[in-house]
């Protein structure tokens, strides 16, 4: 399909109509309205600001979301800021409001089908001088409004379509993908959305995006985040990487999907198909094809936000794959899941090993009186000289399956994260191979598992 | 026990004793008239000469080898030399002599107990001219015996009764091990027994003796025997290594056998306790107490001379550990055996794998329309991309079980070397755990396999 096509019929799909825009419009309209005129009631010093891509155009049919800043002078102190920005809110949603928690408390409540959110923040000059990184949002607003043309904008959509496509949209650690402002950056920097595609399919870990030219040596910006796989510099706040959440994974999606995607343009980038949902007995089928020993642990998840949780759900799963490895049980792949409880699941290309395990000795130059009288009661075999010339024992491994690894990992409770580790020592349960199907009475773990079972790029879904 | 006294004892159950020693003289003396008679009968100008550990009375009182060189001139040709020195040899040994074959054919014989053989050869007179390898036997002869006092011949004794007991002596390639030479070499270097384990005990690999000072930079005899764990460099022909034949793991069992002689002196060393003879219900216990996959190839082994069935042997089972690693089955351990019939044995860690198998894509700076294509057919899940950032499939395992794997490469034919390949094309078995007790009916076998399970350096066996 040719390209030009293939993106005007997308963003007649994907663009707000005249009266979702209205209705909209309408909304912020008087919430902003209502945010002042509480702040007078209440004797606030502050004043409400629309940010976000409501604020831009740039939000996309499926976004429901009306951002709006509770803008208090920097003298306030914080706790003051804390209180009283809460009590704006509360005027404005009324019992509605749900107290949720960023850097500063903040309300948030579906109104006319919207997701609004009420955010107490600092109205600081110097983006470099904020107090806390909700009080950036401002200036972030500020750049992209004074620069982003209504064709731009739009842009923007595809831009923010296609990673929504791909399934690499949004900077929240679940996800650890592409912001909205990142999608915009990017979109402003290469004047198009073609333009972003046709660069990012060139580009290697490690690329610096610097809009403003804050570093005239490249090289100087790659040391500063050196690791983080994508460097777009904050025309705001040069020291800080607008991409940082992106992770090499995502990163590598984004860009063997720019590649495919010029090669062979089609809608499916934007709007793939979804992964199907299998009920237990072609799941139960499947697991039994693949071969291999599935464990998961499900455990009730800790009250904490999503972007607490997925970190430390992804640092307790790294620790099992390690302590897994170190036992010598090759992992073929893993991931976490969290919703009702929460899952940790592990796929192991063997789930028993033998009794018999090998223990090398140090090199030639190095006495061997501790490592020989360590072994030499418990051995099966030993010492004995390999080909290499390294002394070995053949001892007996004391864990002989993967779930022995698995427990007492769980049990010794170090690298889970703070809150996972808690909430496992307080009830866990293992599952392995079929006893998984059981969690699929949840249709999301079955979808989760589904989704685990036939993965796949979204745009090479049969 | 002090070390002095344990040497005085250990020689006098090695030393021949006078009785023993009149045996072999009248004997030699015997043989080598014989030769020099049947020499003029025959027309033949050649000469006998007494060669090896018998000629330098530094035989051990089991050793009872006779090795008689006939010796030719060089204006000889070579056609002439093998056969009218086979001539020679028969009309000593008459029907009892075997023919053999080294570079030259030569006869074999026992006679009053004594392994004989008459060996023709080149008289040459400077020894980095020489023709064959034989040639060179008569120069070791004459080094040796010119420097080798009586007393120096004892510690030959001691060092080369060490080697035994620790289950490295001889420099054939089933062995891999330490010759009567180099034993006899080190001993003239290091001027006793005791100086060479106190030495050796801090052996590196690429350590250079060099007698002669042939070499007064040692990193220049090192770079030409790269590669090689000892280099003793040969004073009769300093182009040669004398511990050519010395393999790693020989290398390091020695090296070890003298620092754990001079912690803990014992007649250990010199006198080990011999591996068990398990039956068949030990046996078997003792496969499944180990719980890993056995598998053994069994054959009827090609008609060559061991040091040509040898290297073959272990080429095969090299072969046949990297086709099994490379397939996905973590191999423990291996050994090779052959008497009446051949076997390689392979032990796996885990002997079936699941039916899923990842496959890796290439780095993100490389298209994947190649790879994509290739496996997008008959994929279980892909392709998607990994925490590392490299695209992968998940496809179906094509040799799911070891027994696959072996199959196929015997099959295949490749790298099993010339003899052996062939041998295993006319016929061959796979055994796999318990049916490998079958072929424990063979005693020498059976042998093999306890020795194999309960490996163990000889001066640790309990």
Redesign the interface.
Known sequence: MELEQLCKEVLERIKPSPAERERLESLTKKLLARVNRACKKLGVPARGVLVGSAARGTWLRFERDIDIFILFPEEVPREELERRGLEVAREVMGERGKEQYAEHPYLSAELEGFQVDLVPCYDIEDPSKIKSAVDRTPHHNRYIRSRLTPELAEQVLLLKQFMHGVGIYGAELRVRGFSGYLCELLTLYHGSFLGVIGSAKGW??GVVVDLEGAYPDPSEARGLFRGE?LVVIDPVDSNRNAAAAV???N???F??AC?DFL?KPSPRFFFPRLPPLWGPRRLEEELK?????LLCISFTPPKVVPDILYPQLRKAERTLRSKLERA?FGV??SDVWSNGFAALLLEL??GR????E?RLGPP??V???GF?DKH?EKK????????????RF?VERKL?TAKQVVKLTLLEGHGLGKHVAESISQGHTIYQGRQILKLCRDEGFARFLTEY?????PW?RG
């Open positions: 290697r870990p796989p992770s090499m994974q990163f590598a999606i860009v063997r590649q090669r094809r693949r071969g291999t020993t010598g073929l792949r290309s063997v090993l033998p009794r018999v090998p030639i130059s006495g061997v009186g020989v030499r099966i075999a030993g010492p004995f000289v390999d080909e290499s010339g390294r002394l053949e002989r079972l036939t993965r796949c790029l090479y």
